[in-house]
């Protein structure tokens, strides 16, 4: 039997599958639960005692999970980098306007916000920034994007220059996450793909960009 076939048998179980996750795209879901039901096809053993169905289910199930967990991590970090940000250039406007850096009650005050909540922000972001280096770099990036009007006029040229070795789709889709502040799903909506293919093309986006950096 041909893959396709494999997989259309098994369609019923895929979007089964799926509709244990709420709130999340059924198309994305389905097209990682595709890639385990290939995963668990080539690791299934014809004589197991195990029926492939029952077999398969923790591999789809497996990557449905990764995807969604995945994709709320990374938008809780984004957010919370936003917001650590902003705490960050108010740290730096008050010492410049006062002489002295801020307490965190006074940026809370400044920035209408409570002070518990600068307090866990903190904390969260720099639990963020200490993890592994691909994280880093792609934070990074983010926060260069993000200020661009606050970087030097060499930085910004190779920043640009960087996203020159980006094909077209490539570029569309650095220019929807990192510079419209797009979430991968919305991403995925605009340019007709899914959000497995747009997280695939942006890892390797920004591995081109960091190497062009750091050459």
């Known amino acids: 039997m041909k893959i396709e076939e494999i997989i259309k048998v098994h ?17 994305d879901l389905y097209q990682v639960g595709v890639i385990g039901l290939i995963k668990a096809l080539r690791n299934y053993k014809e004589n197991s005692e195990t029926k492939f169905t029952t077999y398969a289910y923790e591999y789809i199930f497996g ?5 969604v967990n995945d994709s709320r991590t990374i938008k809780l970090n984004k957010d919370i980098l936003k917001i650590y940000k902003k705490i960050e250039q108010t740290r730096y406007l008050l ?13 809370a005050l400044y920035l209408e916000i409570d002070e518990r909540i600068i307090e866990a922000t903190i904390i ?26 606050n970087i030097s ?8 220059d960087s996203l020159e070795t980006l094909e077209e789709q490539e570029r569309k889709i650095i220019d929807f996450r990192y510079f419209k502040d797009m979430t991968q799903s919305e991403t995925a909506k605009k340019l007709g793909l899914t959000q497995v293919m747009v997280s695939r093309y942006e890892k390797k986006s920004l591995d081109k960009m960091h190497s062009y950096l750091a050459s």
């Open 11 to 27: 369609e019923k179980l895929i979007y089964k599958i799926a509709s244990k996750f709420y709130n999340y795209d059924r198309e």
């Open 63 to 67: 990557e449905m999970y990764r995807l």
């Open 95 to 107: 010492a410049q306007k006062n002489g002295a850096f801020p307490t965190n009650g006074e940026i």
């Open 124 to 149: 969260s972001a720099q639990s963020i920034l200490s993890l592994d280096k691909e994280t880093e770099e792609e934070i990074d990036l983010y926060n260069k994007l993000a200020t661009e009007e």
């Open 153 to 160: 006029k060499e930085d910004k040229i190779a920043l640009y």
